[in-house]
């Protein structure tokens, strides 16, 4: 059996856990591709994003550019009263820019304001001081400015932005302008970059973000960050991009509530324990599979047992009825004495094959469930008394000190007096099998909580504590020691312990191996 159950193992490992882990660790696999596959598309759509807002923010200032050209066309065309007036218009319509300037060379001296006048103020630094940064400006970049100017001479004009020290934090944006006459000279534009956040890129900011995402504009060095929010909160980011316009600024994002890598960990985490789940589910099917096939592995060969048990059960006594019938009948006995002792060990035999049979019918009835029982009033005194009698005489000769101790003030209670008989004979019976060297049986009836019960107790060779709770299955008997040498159906105590649940009773064991054991049946007492 040790071998069918060992090579079952190895089969539900091979077609079910193999599988199984195959499955978790491929799971896992797939899980961490998964993951960074979603990290890459999610990456991939913040960055869409942020270049929506950069390319919003480009073409803002693109269309002041073209504006710029048509203001600095008709600068020269305007009265000097008139200047004034066209020049505020002009930068009402852009409040974030502060200045415009133009130069027709990198190295001329002289740094145009359009509409701005020489003794005036910008930014509260002086007309020739901003002059200066200007050039110093336009110097410092004059690679940059060659390829503007290659840039529109191929018909592209191109805005760059360019790293300045002028108007108190102002940036600075370049391209060429074409004037009338074709004539090319550096254009430049002066922009506030939190007043551009603030007006021009808010709304943006907020149509993009709606209630899913938080869109930052910020400057670390300065520690100035406007938020989608409309607040000016200094927030962590998910995912950022230069501003292009502004060299010094950033645009930032974020996912309100939960950031990505906490989705992507929570998936990861949801799919673990799915994956753990399944995995124990499988674990606990395997097992419970094992389990039963052990079972009816054990069942298959404890039946096979029973029914060696039984046939030389069987065969025992019919071999003597058959011997001795067969030897009175040829007249070999002469004397009286000796056909008395013959009439005897067949009479004995036979009564020994009508228990077996008896047993096994009544076993197969319970199995069937077509057991019926007679309830009527009967002492059980008497019960114990009549199977003591009946057995007294038979187990003194084998040597037993056969006793028998009552209770004299057990009521009367309603039993099946034909069951609790049987019942207390297959214990004496098993106390007879299993009783080696020290031959005592006694039978012992008496009163506990609400009980009537009687006990049949023995000095033979016990029974080990991990056996106790089986020896009520069917076809069960305890293995090892020298009780394989006892014969048996294995049905006895299952049909004690059926007898017993019928009469709502119930059955205490106590044994030692070596010291004996004790079996009690607890009858319930009549309610008055």
Same mark, same amino acid.
């Given at each position: ?6 090579? /079952? ?13 195959? @499955? ?8 961490n591709?998964n993951?960074?596959?979603? #990290? ?15 390319? $919003?923010?480009e073409?803002?200032v693109?269309?002041?550019? =073209? ?47 359009? !509409?701005?006048?020489? %003794? ?5 630094v002086? $007309? ?9 400006? @336009? ?29 108190e ?17 550096? &254009? ?31 400057? &670390? ?28 600024? +950033? ?7 939960? &950031? ?7 998936r ?7 994956? !753990? ?12 599979? $094992? ?7 054990e069942?298959?060969? /404890? ?17 003597l009825?058959s ?12 004397? %009286? ?5 013959? $009439? ?14 008896n047993?096994? @019918? ?8 077509? +057991? ?8 059980l005194?008497?019960v ?11 187990l ?12 004299? &003030?057990?009521?009367i ?15 004496? %019976? ?6 080696d ?12 909580n609400?009980?009537?019960?009687v ?9 080990? %504590? ?21 014969? #048996?159906? #294995? @049905?006895?105590?299952? /049909? ?8 709502? #009773?119930?059955?205490e064991?106590?044994s030692?191996?070596?010291?004996? =054991? ?11």
């Open positions: 059996m040790n071998k069918t159950v060992k090579r /079952i193992v190895v089969i539900l490992i091979i077609l079910i856990l193999l599988p199984a882990a195959f @499955l978790t660790i491929n799971e896992f696999v797939s899980l591709q993951e960074e596959v979603i #990290g890459r598309i999610y990456s991939n759509q913040l960055d869409a994003i942020l270049y929506s807002v950069n390319q $919003y923010s073409d803002v693109s269309s002041w550019a =073209s504006r710029i050209d048509l203001f600095l066309d008709e600068i020269p065309k305007l009265k000097a009263n008139e200047t004034s007036a066209v020049t505020d218009s002009f930068y009402s319509q852009m409040p974030s820019l502060f200045a415009v300037f133009v130069a027709d060379s990198i190295n001329d001296k002289f740094i145009e304001l359009p !509409g701005w006048s020489q %003794d005036g103020n910008l930014f509260s002086d $007309y020739k001081q901003f002059n200066s940064q200007i050039k110093n400006l @336009l110097i410092k970049n004059e690679g940059l400015v060659k390829r503007l100017f290659t840039y529109k001479q191929a018909g592209y004009r191109k805005l760059e932005p360019v790293e300045a020290d002028t108007a934090g102002g940036s600075v944006l370049l391209f060429i302008e074409e004037t009338p006459q074709g004539t090319k000279r550096i &254009t430049g534009m002066v922009i506030d970059p939190k007043e551009f956040t603030y007006r021009i890129l808010s709304p943006k900011l907020q149509e993009v973000a709606q209630q899913e995402f938080l869109i930052s504009v910020f400057n &670390t060095a300065e520690i100035f960050q406007f938020n989608s929010s409309r607040d000016f909160k200094v927030r962590e980011v998910q995912q950022s991009k230069a501003l292009w316009i502004f060299p010094n600024y +950033r645009i930032g994002i974020s996912l309100l509530g939960q &950031t990505i890598e906490d989705l992507v960990q929570q990861a985490l949801t799919n673990i324990l799915l994956i !753990g789940l399944l995995t124990i589910v499988l674990i606990l099917g395997v097992w419970i599979v $094992y389990r039963n096939i052990r079972k009816e592995v069942i298959a060969q /404890i039946k096979s047992d029973f029914v060696s048990n039984v046939s030389h059960e069987l065969r025992t006594p019919l071999s009825i011997m001795f019938s067969e030897t009175l009948e040829m007249d070999r006995v002469k004397t %009286d004495e000796k056909k008395k002792e013959y $009439y005897s060990i067949i009479s004995q035999e036979a009564n020994r094959l009508g228990k077996i049979v047993s096994i @019918l009544n076993f197969s009835k319970m199995e069937a469930g077509k +057991r019926q029982y007679n309830f009527v009033d009967s002492y005194n008497d114990a008394e009549n199977v003591y009698r009946s057995y007294k005489f038979h003194e000769q084998k040597g037993f000190t056969f006793k028998i101790l009552k209770d004299e &003030t057990i009521p209670i309603k039993i099946d007096e034909e069951a609790v008989s049987e019942a207390i004979v297959n214990l004496v %019976d098993n106390a007879v099998k299993y009783s060297n020290e031959k005592s049986i006694t039978i012992r009836t008496g009163m506990e609400n009980y009537a019960f006990e049949v107790e023995d000095k033979g060779i016990g029974i080990p %504590d991990k056996d106790q709770k089986k020896v009520y299955e069917k076809f069960f008997r305890v293995s090892g020691g020298n009780i394989h040498n006892v014969k #048996g159906s #294995g @049905l006895g105590l299952s /049909i004690v312990k059926h007898i017993v649940d019928a009469h709502k #009773g119930k059955i064991l106590n030692e191996v070596n010291k004996g =054991s004790k079996f009690r049946l607890m009858l319930p007492l009549s309610k008055s």
